[in-house]
C-alpha cells in the first residue's frame, strides 16, 4: 500500500491534493512498521524525498520531523535522530511534538504512547515549560469535556511516563501551580450523566501528580490548590447533590461522589491542610458524602495533622466527638 502511495504522489499534478494523500500515506506506514520496520523505514524515507521534490516542504526536514512524530513512526524518528538529520537534532522539540499530538482532540490521532516511550529513553527530563503547557492545555481539555475514555486512558499512560522526569511538577503559571486547574476542572465537571470510567481515569491524573510531589498546599489562585478545590466541591455539589432523609443522593451531573471521595482523599493524603482557611469542614463533608465515607476522610486529614505536629480546628473536634458518641 506505501509503494502505491509513493507512485500516486509521483504521478499528481502540482495542484493535486498532495498533502492529504501524503498524510494517509504516514497512516499506513505506522502500520507497516509493526509488521516490517526496515521497509516502512525505506517507504518513509521515499516519501519524503517525494514530497521535497515536489516542495511539500520546505529544505529542512522540520515538517517532516513534526509529521513523524505525531504519526508515532517510532523506528524512522529513530533511525533520523541516530544520522543526526535536520530536525531531528533537538530530541526534547521531538518530545514537545509528541505531547502536543497527545493532547489533540481528533479522535483518528494516532496514539503516541510509544513515542513518548522512546523520546523519554533519549531525552534528559521535562523542561517546567512543557510541563507546564502540557499539564494547562490537559485541564482545558476537561474543562471542556473534550475527552472519551480513551483519550482519557491514553493521557494516563504519558503522564506515568513524563511525571518521574519532569524538572519541577509545582512549576508556577502566573504565580498559581500549573496542575491546579486539573482538579478544579474535574469538580466543576456538569456533563450530564458523565462516562464514570472516564472520569475515574481522570482523577488517576490529579492522583498520579499528587504521588510524584504534587503539592495540595502550591500556590494557587492567591490562595491554594486545595482551598480552590474545596470552594469548587462546594459550590459544584450544591448543584448537582440532593440530600434526602440524611442519604446522599447523585442527580447525574458532574463528578459520582464515589470517584469524588477518591480525589479528595488524594489531597489529604498527599499533605493537604485541613485548618487552612477555605478548606474542606465536617458540613461539607456531611452533605456530600455518605456518613462513612466522610468520617474516613475525616480520619485521614486528623492523621495528617499530627504528622504536621498539629491540630484540627475546634470545629472538626467537635464533629468527632459527635461521630464517636452519637450527640
Not at 502500520?31 to 521515499?46: F, G, L, M, N, Q
Not at 450544591?238 to 442519604?247: A, D
Not at 486529614?301 to 491540630?311: F, N, T, V
Request: charged letters at 20%; aromatic letters at 8%.
Amino acid at each position: 500500500m506505501l509503494t502505491a502511495y509513493i507512485g500516486f504522489l509521483k504521478a499528481l499534478p502540482t495542484s493535486g491534493p498532495v498533502h492529504s494523500l501524503f498524510e494517509e500515506a504516514l497512516v499506513y506506514a505506522n502500520r507497516a512498521e509493526k509488521e516490517s520496520p526496515e521497509d516502512a523505514i525505506a517507504c518513509v524515507d521515499e516519501l519524503h524525498d517525494v514530497a521535497l521534490r515536489r516542495n511539500h516542504f520546505s529544505v529542512d526536514s522540520s515538517p517532516m520531523a513534526r509529521l513523524a512524530v505525531s504519526y508515532g513512526l517510532c523506528e524512522f524518528v529513530t533511525e533520523c535522530i541516530k544520522a543526526s538529520l535536520d530536525g531531528f537534532q533537538d530530541v526534547s522539540k521531538l518530545l514537545g511534538y509528541a505531547l502536543e499530538s497527545s493532547r489533540s482532540t481528533n479522535t483518528d490521532q494516532i496514539d503516541v504512547t510509544d513515542m513518548v516511550q522512546m523520546l523519554m529513553d533519549r531525552n534528559q527530563g521535562i523542561s517546567s515549560s512543557a510541563w507546564v503547557h502540557h499539564i494547562y492545555d490537559l485541564a482545558l481539555m476537561i474543562s471542556q469535556a473534550k475527552l472519551n475514555l480513551d483519550m482519557a486512558t491514553r493521557h494516563r499512560r504519558i503522564l506515568e511516563l513524563v511525571l518521574p522526569h519532569v524538572e519541577d511538577v509545582n512549576a508556577l503559571r502566573m504565580q498559581s501551580v500549573c496542575w491546579g486547574p486539573l482538579p478544579i476542572a474535574l469538580v466543576s465537571y456538569q456533563a450530564n450523566l458523565p462516562q464514570k470510567k472516564m472520569v475515574s481515569t481522570c482523577v488517576d491524573l490529579v492522583k498520579a501528580i499528587l504521588a510524584h510531589g504534587g503539592n495540595p498546599n502550591a500556590p494557587y489562585l492567591g490562595s491554594t490548590v486545595w482551598a480552590a478545590f474545596s470552594d469548587a466541591l462546594r459550590s459544584g455539589c450544591r448543584r448537582r447533590v440532593s440530600v434526602f432523609s440524611g442519604s446522599v443522593q447523585y442527580t447525574g451531573k458532574g463528578i459520582p461522589t464515589d470517584v469524588l471521595a477518591k480525589l479528595v482523599e488524594a489531597f489529604v493524603e498527599a499533605g493537604a491542610d485541613p485548618n487552612i482557611q477555605g478548606s474542606l469542614k465536617e458540613k461539607d463533608l456531611e452533605s456530600v458524602f455518605p456518613r462513612r465515607v466522610a468520617s474516613r476522610i475525616l480520619e485521614t486529614m486528623g492523621h495528617q495533622a499530627k504528622l504536621k505536629g498539629k491540630s484540627l480546628s475546634a470545629g472538626w473536634t467537635s464533629w468527632i466527638t459527635s461521630w464517636v458518641w452519637g450527640k
